[in-house]
């Protein structure tokens, strides 16, 4: 008989092949876990629209995880939830906005009662500003004294942060 004849009947058709998959399980093990450690190192991410359009700066401070104003072009949110008209706010007389400080001193008090019942949770008082590069200083100095007025005085002002170079 040939060689290429015992060849063929030693691996026959029925012969088995297998791979081995430990060595791919580890890697793919050590990416998953390298991917979620790194995946929260990011900072908080600020909520986003269409209708806000914030300043630019070249801070490095990345921003906390706070109680968020928003004030666009047309409405005043606090925590995403429409609490007034710009156009209204900036007819008010006084320097503070009654439907802000209200919404803002419900948002206080519900931290505060979370902070009796669960020790991890705790009121700091803080607070960011999202504003439209478009809206006035006097409507951002009304709303920095209603946020101070209703147990908010560490105020953080949101912004777009750009590139050095620019």
């Known amino acids: 008989m040939s060689r290429y004849g015992r060849r063929r009947r030693k691996s026959g058709k029925n012969a088995v092949v297998s791979l081995t998959l430990i060595s791919l399980m580890d890697i793919f093990t050590i990416l998953l876990l390298f991917l979620l450690v790194h995946a929260g190192d990011d900072g908080i991410a600020l909520p986003a629209t269409d209708q806000l359009s914030l300043p630019a700066s070249t801070s490095k401070t990345m921003p906390e995880s706070t109680v968020t104003l928003m004030v666009t072009e047309k409405d005043i949110l606090v925590e995403g939830r429409r609490v007034m008209a710009v156009a209204e706010a900036l007819k008010e007389n006084a320097l503070i906005l009654p439907p802000v400080k209200k919404e803002l001193v419900r948002l206080a008090e519900r931290t505060k009662e979370l902070a009796q019942l669960n020790a991890s949770v705790k009121f700091t008082g803080k607070i960011t500003v999202m504003g439209d590069k478009k809206i006035p200083f006097r409507l951002l100095k009304k709303i920095m004294s209603t946020a101070a007025r209703a147990a908010y005085p560490n105020i953080a ?10």
């Open 157 to 166: 002002l949101g912004v777009m942060q750009k590139e050095q170079g620019t």
